[in-house]
């Protein structure tokens, strides 16, 4: 199954055919794909009603001005059909120019998932015809592709504890440009198909990878990664989605069967909508690509004497300014901060929330320990709860680090600072100074005030002061409770703490 998400990514979904299974601990049935693409139950029913052997080939747009083989403009919700060129609507006698940029892009994905580079590599017809392409074809790599042999290591919670985080690995095959096709509107009311072609052409990466995956959890840890990967080298913007593996266990739970067809996700319905029926065997007649040379790529090596810079592609000088990957800036957050290992995964894998953790360190003085529980805890809790990023939190990393200083230097309590992060979530422009004197959360310094209230709970308490006298040290905290009800949590539990003991010593 293919299914597009929004911003130019899809996924496919591979399942072994008869015979193939997958492997586990315990029994349990499994599912393996007919040569029609359907499923069939394997094995002895368990614990886990399916069990998928999946792969993975997903098509990435690549972040570019422009379309991989015209000048072309490449422009989200653009007006129907107006971004494109003679070659992209395959007029007679337009030639294709092939997009330096896509070619560096990919040459950058292919180096961060550990692939082989081909210094030569080949560009073919894949031959297919549908209204939204125009051709007749697509151009992509089918022989041999601009990068090969790679891997992608990814982690995952096991049984859903962050504290039991595993790393797995599934090979990549290839790497390949390809260009993209059209959009068909259909139009069930008036039963006809409007074409768009501003798709036409658009760049695309295909990273196809092997079956090594047992369930759809691997598969989205897997997709994550690649995507937090790309966004980090800028080479595609990668937004996507991952609905199709549900889909299919609840179809198959149905009693239905999952067709061979490409499917398109749609990003206001939420779910995936079939697209072209591809159930019969598909003959796409592959042929070499006459209007393009080979594609040479050069190292440092290689590179010819004298030549100019602008013209190749090197190989070298990309995979010196890669950027620190996800697994690295993981690695580093331990490092230099010492938090543990799966909150670095939180804040990697999180949309901006590893810099608004920086940020918050640089402007703070509490140690990067104590703030990670308020970055995880209390500021990302809010953030899911309301379905917002890093980015758009309303409260900003000076406002939360200006919250953390006051508590840090014992001018607020644990508790206080909680009632004012609740009034910064609000927005209402206020500083947590402010709140802090309009709420009178402030803790209470005068001693002798807290010497009174201290007592005056001592008194009340008789029974609690007999237990507490008679060896039961532990009643004390309710005492402290009560303490800190009295003033409404502006009191420091040790310091009440230290004044009560005293007196119960007395």
Known sequence: MAARGCGGVWCRVL????????????????????????????GQSGLAPWAAVVGLEIHAQITSNSKLFSGSQVQFAAPPNSLVSFFDASLPGTLPVLNRRCVEATVMTGLALNCTINKKSLFDRKH??????????????????????????????????????????????????EQDSGKSLHDDARSQ?????????????????????????????????????????????????????QRQIKELENGGTVLNETRAFDSKLGCTVPMRDKEGKQDYRFMPEPNLPPLILYDAKSLPAN????????????????????????????????????????????????????????????????????????????????????KESPISSFLLADLLNLLENGDISSSAAKQVFEELWKGEGKTPLEIVKEKQLELIQDQEELEQIC????????????????????VINKLIGLVRKATRGRANPLLVKQILEKKLSE
């Open 15 to 42: 399942q072994r055919g008869p015979g193939g299974s997958c492997s586990a601990s315990r029994p349990r049935r499994a599912v393996a794909c007919n040569a029609r693409g359907g499923a069939v139950p394997l």
């Open 128 to 177: 297919y015809f549908y209204a939204d392409l125009p051709a007749g074809y697509q151009i992509t790599q089918q022989r041999v592709p601009i990068a090969v042999n790679g891997s992608l290591s990814y982690s995952l919670c096991k049984d859903n504890k962050m504290s039991q985080m595993v790393t797995k690995t599934v090979r990549i095959k290839q790497i390949q440009l």
């Open 193 to 245: 198909t409007l074409i768009d072609l501003n798709r036409a052409g658009v760049g695309l990466m295909e990273v196809v990878m092997e079956p090594d995956m047992c369930c759809g959890e691997e598969a989205a840890a897997a997709v994550r990664e690649l995507q937090l990967i790309l966004q980090t080298l800028g080479s595609s913007q990668a937004i996507m989605a991952d609905y199709e593996i």
């Open 307 to 390: 030549v100019n810079h602008q013209q190749v592609v090197n190989i070298d000088w990309i995979h010196e300014r890669l950027p620190d990957l996800p697994s690295v800036k993981r690695a580093k957050l331990v490092e230099l901060y010492g938090i543990l290992p799966e909150h670095s995964f939180t804040l990697v894998n999180e949309d901006g929330l590893m810099d608004f953790f920086e940020d918050v360190v640089k402007q703070t003085q509490m140690k990067p320990k104590k703030v990670i529980g308020w970055i995880l805890s209390d500021l990302l809790s809010h953030l899911k709860q309301h379905s917002l990023t890093a």
């Open 455 to 474: 007592q005056a709970v001592i008194d009340e308490r008789e029974k609690e002061v007999m237990a507490i006298k008679g060896g039961n040290e532990k």
